[in-house]
């Protein structure tokens, strides 16, 4: 492999340059895409209708599994971080695809396997039914196949979340100004696939396991999940594949803090230029970027400065760092104030794939005299909406923006997420007041102590759609807000990684939905007759109209705290992009991202 294809930074599947007009672009990037749209096919049916399988199949506690759906979500997007770290050092993010969907493959094959055989299953009994005695949870060896499979899905779906934007990402070059507008466009169109393969599990595959069985509904997912592996593996000539350079950006981030911590006593020098940077003039013939010293977050300096140990042809990169790795670091550190501001959001979506499930179990879910509607699907109202507003977003809104704005983007990235988390505040206030309505119902009619599903309240499913309608908004705001934001404003280095940032965000947000709900019990054990405002498996008994109070409130202060986050946040203009000839010839451009 000679330069020219290091400079390029883009290969084919052969290990050539890859080439423009044979390569990458958005109709190779539209089979990602695709694949992405299989993917969440097959999953997104769990997101929603997990914790029903948990109660009803598997006999947990209403509690016990709305926690243990999240804690397997929070893993999923956790691990995304890890699978990055091997795509960008060892595997590549083409076979990191493949690797994690066929992993993906495989636990989905073993929940459907489990559901199929009763063997490997409690006996059947109505977990609602308070006369019911022969309620036994999940345990021993079929607990363990069961989250043995539920956390290869997890890994799989970690995988490929991790790798799959990047690599689409990979398809355009950020220096066409042509393929930069695609690439902004692929990010809304990413949302699309969600959407599109989210519409038919949230409908097709919810309605098989509900009325045709837990085991075919997760075969469906599982031959949806295969499809996917066949999608993207069919576009392996045509894909652009970034080159691996056998390091990480994160482990160059994590040498510059090791740095600090062994240079914690050295003094800072009053002048910056005698901080550490490689000899541009040694760097012949590669392509670099470097960037300027700041004065922000100084104590990361220490990473950079140069000792008589330190300064030789090698030097011991866990004890001498660059200035722009520093910088990168310092760029990363000025992020994670927005990072944190988008946990809550998450939260709140947690619930509404737990709760507000449970909610619409104890509902009248009749469209028809002969048709109902499993609760799991009413996610489809706002992602049908999404299906239609997402082009003319991303075709009219955003352009007629952008000729008032001057922006690429129409909107800032931090404009757009803001505005998602104040919807996603509204969206628990609104699931608040329908929980109020919903128990006024079972009050009035005298049906507190009522089985859901055989006696459903007199009250239409359908009120909890607005809640979710207007959470879908709220995603398509804050989430590919998130996606851009943390995509331009990463250092070059890491961009290919940073849609981590928000997968991470959002493992965080259901981690902490188990602590909220597990808290909020706790401290109401006492003051409530229920035992707690979200004990027990009779939701018109409890108090979950309070908790959503609660979380529209912390949400509404979140808010608060991401305007005064938001104001301080600088857009980074990126260094100088240091192309340096074989005549030793220097040429410097300054590049800007556009707000």
Known sequence: MDKAELIEGKVDWKGRTAKKDKHGGFRTSLLILGAFAFENMATLALAVNLVTYFTAVMHLNVADAANHLTNYMGTSYILTVLIAFLADTYLGRSKAVLIAASIEFLGLGLLALQAHYPNFKPPLCNIYDPTSTNCIQVTGGNAALLFIALYLVALGAGGVKAALPSHGADQFDDKDPKEARQMSSFFNWLLMAVCVGGAISLTFIVWIQDHKGWDLGFAVSTIAMFLGVIVFASGIPQYRYHVIHGSSALTEIVQVYVAVIRNRNLQLPEDSNELYEINKDKEAAIEAEFLPHTNVFRFLDKAAIQTSSTQSETPNPWKLCRVTQVENAKILLNMIPVFCCTVIMTLCLAQLQTFSVHQGLTMDTRITKSFNIPPASLPILPVVFLIFIIPLYDQIVVPCARKFT????????????GVGLVLSSLSMAVAAIMEVKRKKVARDHNMLDAIPILQPLPISVFWLSIQYFIFGIAD?????????????????????????????????????????????????????????????????????????????????LNFFIYIFVSKRYKYRKEGHEVQIHGNGVLELQNKEHGK
Not at 495 to 505: A, T
Not at 528 to 536: D, E, K, Q, Y
């Open 476 to 556: 398509m705001f804050t989430y590919v807000g998130l996606l851009e934001f943390f995509y331009s404003q990463a250092p070059k280095d890491l961009k290919s990684i940073s849609s981590c940032f928000l997968w991470s965000s959002m493992a965080v947000g259901y981690f902490l939905s188990t602590i909220v709900v597990n808290t909020v019990n706790h401290a109401t054990k006492n003051i409530t007759r229920s035992g707690g405002w979200l004990a027990g498996d009779n939701f018109n008994r409890n108090h979950l109209n309070l908790f959503y109070w609660l979380l529209s409130l912390m949400s509404l």
């Open 406 to 417: 001057g922006i690429p983007t129409g909107i800032t990235y931090l404009q757009r997420v």
